[in-house]
Antibody, heavy 121, light 109 residues
Framework: QLQLQESGPGLVKPSETLSLTCTVS??????????WGWIRQPPGKGLEWIGS???????YYNPSLKSRVTISVDTSKNQFSLKLSSVTAADTAVYYC?????????????WGQGTLVTVSS | QSALTQPASVSGSPGQSITISCTGT?????????VSWYQQHPGKAPKLMIY???KRPSGVSNRFSGSKSGNTASLTISGLQAEDEADYYC?????????FGGGTKLTVL
């Protein structure tokens, strides 16, 4: 059974870079049928797609965040990572990683449990 | 890129049916039959309920169904149960990116 687990600092200072890693277990990240995505959810608000990456390194990002986001993949560790630069309080959110199925349709499943990142000095 | 439009809240009594709408544009919902729906209970990660507009993953109750007409997708829950009370989000492929709805809080009265 595929599982995803987010990890990284729970507190980041304003103007610094938020860094998170998603570790995939129970399956290979190097599958042609999937992308791997990051989604966030500010407290009490809705879901926002951040971006997705293929095992080859091909990426696509939310246009509203593109200038600050970098998503990378490490197939040797079965992990992919998120970096969000120049963070402000508006970036405080629960950050989820998820598998994005692309073989026939487009959907996220499964999701990690999420990790809360607070931006504060 | 704008979020898909969902009603903020819907409610229904046990045993009744409710429908949640998800309105997009001809660039997302209207162009692709690639809408998915997610259920989220408080403090939990979202769970896939419908994909490709109307398909149910294994293990999801057949009380959940999805459909689409034009730029609007819909999620219908029949035979409401207390455990269905949650937030629901639609999501659509939009070419080079992905867009979510703002979410709908379902209250079971």
């Amino acid at each position: 059974q595929l599982q995803l687990q987010e990890s990284g600092p729970g507190l980041v200072k304003p103007s610094e870079t938020l860094s998170l890693t998603c570790t995939v277990s129970g399956g290979s990240i190097s599958s042609s049928s999937y992308y791997w995505g990051w989604i966030r959810q500010p407290p009490g608000k809705g879901l926002e797609w951040i971006g997705s990456i293929y095992y080859s390194g091909s990426t696509y990002y939310n246009p509203s965040l593109k200038s600050r986001v970098t998503i990378s993949v490490d197939t040797s560790k079965n992990q992919f990572s998120l970096k969000l630069s120049s963070v402000t309080a508006a970036d405080t959110a629960v950050y989820y990683c998820a598998r994005y199925i692309v073989r026939r349709g487009r959907w996220f499943d499964p999701w990690g449990q999420g990790t809360l990142v607070t931006v504060s000095s | 890129q704008s979020a898909l439009t969902q009603p903020a809240s819907v409610s229904g009594s046990p045993g009744q049916s409710i429908t949640i709408s998800c309105t997009g544009t001809s660039s997302d919902v209207g162009s692709y039959n690639l809408v998915s729906w997610y259920q989220q209970h408080p403090g939990k990660a979202p769970k896939l309920m419908i994909y490709e507009g109307s398909k149910r993953p294994s293990g999801v109750s057949n009380r959940f169904s999805g459909s689409k007409s034009g730029n609007t997708a819909s999620l219908t829950i029949s035979g409401l149960q207390a455990e269905d009370e949650a937030d629901y989000y639609c999501c659509s492929y939009a070419g080079s990116h992905v867009v979510f709805g703002g979410g709908t809080k379902l209250t079971v009265l």
